[in-house]
């Protein structure tokens, strides 16, 4: 409905290209039309005068006409691209594979490791002169094997290479998410287009495509795609805040105003470079000439996307990711930090103070060997703990869902809106087009003072007024709306343009009329002067002057708006008669609701005829828009989306609140509302129009107070008549409402340019891809490309799923962390050597971090998902059910490999390897150990897949091939490794039935993982959960106070309070339950269904309840109420009993509880189907 335009608008685009100076054929130069963009209002207008004689002769300038545009031939357009430059803003440069390699090493850690094996290799390179003596001590013995101290370098070559390894694969899944990131951006981009007239037919065409001298046509809700001149307009406002900092709209016309521009970059990074045409008066004919701008690198005029900036709030999940890996990094450094004391303590008392050995300089090397060795096992340690592969796990899941959104006709604008959309707990969806098919059709007319239940027979209705009709539906609508033959032989016809107006047009075509010959009749610039539609007006008019000189103005919009403005009616013989508000009423009772019940959207078809001299003031809106005669009133159905009820259901056993927000009349909105499934008959819930809902929500000063939203939205499915405003303010409170047990996060739908803050407000803003406005677009966070609610279900699968692979990665993740760390350290304390070598380790944490996080974070979304609530904003990420996993598998893990560790020599006959010689060759003992390791990880990967306590871990593990893949892949590398991988891994190749005996062990953990799955989570008291979400005190104020920006100072000054209230709030909470319970039981005894006289009287009237030490007593007695409620319908809403928190300060806590009182009754009390029935 955003874009009734009258008259189309045309502009040329600009360009800047420092070079080409030269006029060239044409008889401008580039330079010319910068100095002319530069001026404002009358200067512009002299300056074309003056210049160019004026637009036509600007046209001929450019070799262009103003009504056919450019002849659109190659070669000139490619020539205009070569001497005016080309529409675009070339993007940034990535950045080169080598800056994200230098990136990937700015890692602490590995700096550490990298240091610790260069330390390794030059000791291992230096040879003390003289044989080595005893004298240095025994744990120096068996130092020389053959030739074996020469391979004493590659520790450390080993450690640098795969230091080497794990900055490679960090750097190129950075590269690769940034490649994707920029295949988003420029599909966001090329979805731009805009319309231009070339060859005097309107088309298509990206925006990058516009050149110097096209003719653009601009509708409501444009970013202006490029900078020019204004041909012809009716009523055009551009808001150009993001040039001058105004915020209001700047009225622009051919004749006092014709520069119209594009955006500017604003300090370097830039935003909205657009100016949003918000014609809110009005459609535009304008027509746009090239021009430039004087600074030669920022005249760009593509808006160009912030490429890559996100909101300023880290998402949900990434803050509680970031928490939790500072805490397991802290824990992993302490546990380094004495692994190396404990070490270097052990090494030192033994040979200075039980061996009584001297330090001599010449072992000195010697000695130092031993400190580094020590160190590098405590850095190894520390490498193992800290889970650098988290963040990567993030990117990796949200990369890969967001590509598989594509699929389902999402375009994710921001990554983190794809994991906040699972979270969800609301959502507020527009109603055409997102749950109806936006395919309007006219199925009933009251017409000639008879009701046509379907649409009527053109002799059945007098001819004047079907003249008068034609006229009326072909003239005031956009010329740019139109019905076109089906593009299939089978198909509907296809509607172009606006599609209420397609349904009207449809309806003339249904009469056996044509449109378009009553259109070229009267052209586009004949029409005298349009008022377009808006969200104010809710109507539109168009005024043509006539053959005598006088003029007639048809009008169109929304029925009972329309009507009010109505003193007559075309009777049956289609002459006028009078029209009064007793006629109204009753037209309104058997005409519109009827059609309103049956979910039709009512249009009122209306003329006025003026005098041709005095000639009328038009600009004065409320002497012309009154005196109507109704010519008829319409009934468009708009069907549901045959997909739409079911995705709703889906919503509502996900635990997701669908709301429906909408401009139509109530009955409409309630009768779609009830199709869809949104409400059904006989649950407790209210639908409210417009005015109703901002009534209830104000206080007599006319501030909005959040504790009134807090008793409305709970129970709110359908808001009719409502305002964009309405929407913002809904969506605003229900993100600010403290009731209930958690925030809610809300999802917004939109098309219109008038849905851009609420878009913005909420949690994730969806914006239509194929109705919406590029401002809709701009502010939204994901785009659906097929203008479908069902998408919007797909979206919270996504969301959820990308929550789940995080938590699958974690549970695995930190499973394989607690153990390698435990090992590690109590190795090192008993052996003086961690059974897990550092090359091993690193592998370990290669595979567990790198390849896990792939497998386990491209797991493809189940419809499992969506049967369960959402988890909110602060659960923690670890559950007890996964903190029992990973201890559970933890304990199994542990148990086995000190087994091994202290007794495998015995079991598998094999030499021992505790207590190694420095440079001892790799033994049996510890490959097993190494080698049952890896494959414990590698099957507790298959039980890391569930994470709710399922019992079976295979289930749709074929439909991940990635997976497969992966874990198979790791299995492979394995064996090459033991096998073949010698001294650098410091393995020795293994017999067969050692092998199995280790599969067997690995094995062993899916056994296991049954066998915890089992015990209910719930008798382990003893699990805490972890991983929780950033309280409010750790948001540093900046952030909180961004939001300031977004609230008046009445609302400022409400927070204040509302803090304080809020505080006094929970005191009393505890005391209601009680009050509750006692008045429910009250109630009961007192009630009549009949004392109210509907439910609004009743809510209107809050009750003050005094909570304290006193025995609880409603201070109204409900008898009251009845005459309360008649002497309420004349007065203005109540104050709220507490605007300056004397409760609080006195206190005695009062509070008005209203929506509690009005459904404290029991659910089988008539309240409850009261207000479906109102």
């Not at 072909?474 to 198909?491: F, M, Q, V």
């Not at 107070?705 to 605003?732: M, N």
């Not at 809709?776 to 959820?800: H, Q």
């Not at 209910?1016 to 005190?1033: C, I, S, V, W, Y």
Request: glycine share 8%.
């Amino acid at each position: 409905m955003g874009d009734m335009t009258n008259s189309a608008v045309d502009f040329y685009p600009k360009n800047q290209r420092g070079e080409s100076n030269h006029a060239g054929e044409f008889g401008c130069s580039l330079d010319e039309l910068r100095s002319l963009m530069e001026l404002r209002g009358a200067e512009g207008v002299q300056k074309m005068q003056d210049t160019y004689g004026d637009v036509n002769g600007f046209c001929r300038r450019l070799k262009t006409s103003p009504t056919e545009g450019l002849a659109g031939n190659p070669a000139d357009l490619e020539n205009r691209k070569q001497i005016f430059g080309r529409n675009f803003i070339p993007p940034k440069k990535p950045k080169t594979f080598l800056q994200l390699v230098w990136e990937a090493l700015q890692d602490v850690t590995l700096i550490i490791l990298e240091l610790a094996a260069i330390i390794s290799l030059g000791l291992s390179f230096y040879q003390p002169p003289g044989e080595r003596s005893e004298m240095c001590g025994s744990a120096a013995g068996g130092v020389e094997g053959e030739g074996e101290a020469e391979a004493g370098w590659i520790e450390g070559a080993a450690i640098l290479l795969s230091v080497f390894c794990v900055v490679f694969v960090t750097a190129f899944n950075d590269w690769s998410k940034e490649k994707q990131f920029r295949g988003l951006q420029s599909r966001i981009e090329q979805e731009q287009k805009f319309s231009v007239v070339r060859g005097g037919q309107v088309i298509q065409i990206p925006v990058s495509e516009i050149v110097t001298g096209d003719i653009a046509q601009i509708k409501y809700g444009d970013l202006l795609p490029a900078d020019g001149v204004l041909i012809q307009g009716n009523d055009l406002k551009i808001d150009e805040s993001s040039l001058t900092g105004e915020s209001d709209h700047v009225r622009k016309s051919a004749d006092k105003d014709p520069m119209l521009l594009s955006g500017k970059m604003q300090d370097g990074n830039m935003e909205n470079s657009q100016n949003k045409a918000k014609k809110q008066d009005g459609a535009a004919a304008m027509e746009m000439q090239p021009l430039k701008s004087a600074e030669g690198g920022d005249g760009d005029d593509k808006e160009k996307k912030k490429a890559g900036s996100s909101k300023k709030e880290k998402s949900v999940l990434q803050g509680k990711l970031t928490k939790l890996a500072v805490q397991i990094g802290k824990a992993g450094l302490v546990m380094s930090a004495i692994t190396v004391i404990i070490l270097v303590l052990y090494f030192a008392i033994d040979t200075f103070v039980i061996q009584k050995l001297q330090w001599l300089p010449e072992c000195t090397p010697v000695y130092i060997q031993f400190f580094v060795k020590f160190f590098i096992i405590g850095v190894t340690v520390l490498v193992v703990a800290v889970p650098e592969g988290l963040p990567l796990a993030v990117t990796i899941s949200l990369a890969y869902s967001v590509k598989k959104m594509m699929k389902d006709n999402n375009l994710v604008r921001h990554l983190d809106a794809c994991e906040t959309m699972g979270n969800a707990t609301a959502i507020c969806s527009d109603k055409t087009g997102t749950l109806t098919t936006n395919r309007m059709t006219v199925v009933q007319a009251y017409v000639g003072e008879v009701h046509h239940k379907e649409v009527p027979d053109p002799d059945a209705i007098p001819s004047k007024t079907l003249d008068m009709l034609v006229n009326a539906i072909s003239l005031n609508s956009a010329y740019t709306s139109k019905i076109l033959p089906p593009e299939k032989d089978i198909g509907l016809p296809r509607q172009v343009g606006n599609k209420t107006e397609c349904g009207l047009l449809g309806l003339v075509l249904d009469l056996k009329r044509d449109y378009q010959t009553v259109r070229d009749q009267t052209p586009e610039e004949k029409l005298y002067k349009v008022y377009t539609f808006n969200s104010e007006r809710k109507s539109m008019s168009t005024v043509i002057k006539m053959q005598d000189g006088s003029f007639r103005m048809y009008s169109k919009g929304a029925s009972e708006i329309v009507l009010k403005k109505c003193s007559n009616i075309l009777n049956t013989a289609g002459e006028p008669r009078g029209f009064r508000p007793r006629d109204r009423d009753e037209m309104v009772k058997k005409v519109i609701e009827p059609m309103a019940c049956n979910g039709l959207r009512t249009i009122c078809i209306a003329f006025r005829d003026f005098p041709g001299s005095p000639e009328p003031d038009w600009d004065n809106e409320n002497i012309i828009l009154i005196d109507l005669t109704c010519i008829a009133v319409v009934g468009i159905e708009d069907p549901v989306r045959p997909e739409v009820p079911d995705a709703i259901k889906k919503c509502q056993q996900a635990g997701i609140t669908v709301r429906m927000v909408t401009g139509d009349n109530i009955n409409t909105a309630r009768a779609i509302a009830i199709k869809c499934g949104i409400i059904s008959p006989g649950e407790d819930f209210i639908c409210l129009e417009g005015k109703d809902f901002n009534r209830r929500i104000r206080n007599e000063k006319g501030e909005i107070e959040q504790e009134r939203i807090d008793k409305i939205w709970p129970k709110l499915r359908v808001l009719a008549r409502s305002s964009p405003t309405d929407k913002h303010t809904l969506v605003k409170g229900i993100i600010d409402s403290l009731h209930g047990e958690r925030r809610q996060v809300v999802a917004v739908t939109g098309d219109g340019t008038n849905d851009g803050p609420a878009l913005k407000k909420a949690d994730v803003g969806f914006a239509m891809g194929i109705a919406g406005t590029d401002v809709a677009k701009e502010a939204s966070d994901i785009i659906l490309t097929d203008d479908n609610f069902s998408s919007i279900v797909k979206a919270v699968m996504w969301g959820r799923n990308v929550y789940d692979s995080i938590s699958k990665f974690l549970q695995f993740q930190l499973t394989v962390n607690i153990v390698a760390v435990i090992v590690a350290f109590t190795g090192a304390c008993i052996t003086q050597d961690s059974p897990l070598k550092a090359v091993q380790m690193l592998w370990v944490n290669l595979i567990m971090d790198t390849f896990a996080s792939l497998a386990l974070a491209t797991e493809p979304p189940t419809e499992s998902l969506l049967m369960r609530k959402p988890y909110g904003r602060n659960k923690p990420l670890i559950s007890r059910t996964m903190m029992k996993n990973i201890l559970g598998h933890g304990i199994y893990q542990l148990t086995v490999i000190f087994t091994l560790l202290f007794a495998g020599e015995t079991i598998f006959n094999i030499d021992s390897g505790r207590n190694a010689p420095l440079h001892a060759p790799p033994s049996e003992h510890y490959t097993i150990i190494f080698n049952t390791f890896v494959l414990m990880q590698l099957f507790n990967e298959i039980n890391a897949r569930k994470i709710h306590g399922e019992k079976n871990v295979f289930d749709g593990i074929f439909r991940n091939p990635i997976f497969c893949s992966i874990v198979f892949g790791t299995f492979a590398i394995q064996i090459v490794i033991i096998q073949f991988g010698g001294k650098p891994f410091s393995c020795i190749p293994l017999q067969i039935d050692q092998w199995l005996w280790c599969m067997v062990l690995g094995v062993g953990e899916l056994l296991w993982g049954q066998i915890i799955s089992s015990i209910p989570t719930n008798r382990l008291k003893f699990l805490k959960e972890a991983g929780h979400g950033t309280q409010k005190d750790d948001i540093p104020e900046e952030e909180l106070n961004e939001d300031a920006e977004e609230i008046d100072h009445a609302e400022r000054e409400l927070r204040r309070g509302q803090i304080l209230w809020f505080r006094g709030l929970n005191r009393i909470q505890t005391q209601i339950r009680v009050v509750k319970a006692f008045r429910s039981s009250l109630y009961e005894g007192l009630e009549k269904p009949e004392s109210k006289s509907s439910i609004h009287n009743f809510m209107t009237h809050p009750e003050f309840r005094i909570d304290d030490s006193q025995p609880h007593i409603p201070l109204i007695d409900d008898t009251d109420i009845e005459e309360d409620a008649a002497l309420k319908q004349n007065s203005s809403p109540p104050s709220s009993p507490n605007k300056n928190n004397n409760a609080i300060d006195s206190g005695i806590n009062l509070t008005t509880d209203t929506s509690k009182s009005a459904t404290s009754s029991s659910p089988g009390s008539p309240l409850h189907s009261l207000e479906t029935s109102l």
